[in-house]
């Protein structure tokens, strides 16, 4: 018989086959593993990114009129009203005029968008003895 190079007779085959069988068939005992380490440390380090992206959107309505006027060195008239005549008191003096009048429908729109970035890193130790 011929095997990758070499030549085996059939009587050499036997006690190889005879060998194998009794390797095989032999038990084998596994005695206790003892650690031979008296202490140790274990050190992680965990980083997280967390990402919130928000997007608010807000409008309120109005179902009414409203109507108002402010200011300074201005002659408001006793009934205030869109139209009414408003005059300086003071001519030449500084003065400051404000009139909002508002209807129903969309009276306020509030339109946020952001981003918010969270970084974070936790560290620990164990540390243990034998």
């Not at 408003?86 to 500084?94: E, L």
């Amino acid at each position: 018989m011929f095997y990758d190079g070499f030549i085996f007779s059939s009587k050499n085959t036997v006690p190889f086959a005879l060998f194998a069988v009794v390797a095989l068939a032999t038990p084998v005992n596994a005695g206790p593993v003892t650690p031979n380490f008296t202490s140790g440390t274990i050190t992680s380090e965990t980083k997280t990114r967390t990402e919130v992206i928000e997007t608010i959107r807000q409008i309120e309505y109005s179902t009414g009129t409203s109507y108002t006027v402010t200011g300074t060195n201005i002659n408001i008239p006793a009934r205030p009203e869109p139209g009414a005549n408003y005059t300086i008191m003071n001519q030449g003096a500084p003065f400051q005029f404000s009139e909002t009048h508002l209807t129903p429908g969309v009276s306020k729109e509030t339109w946020i968008d952001r981003k918010t970035t969270e970084d974070s890193v936790t560290n620990s130790i164990s540390v243990f003895t034998q």
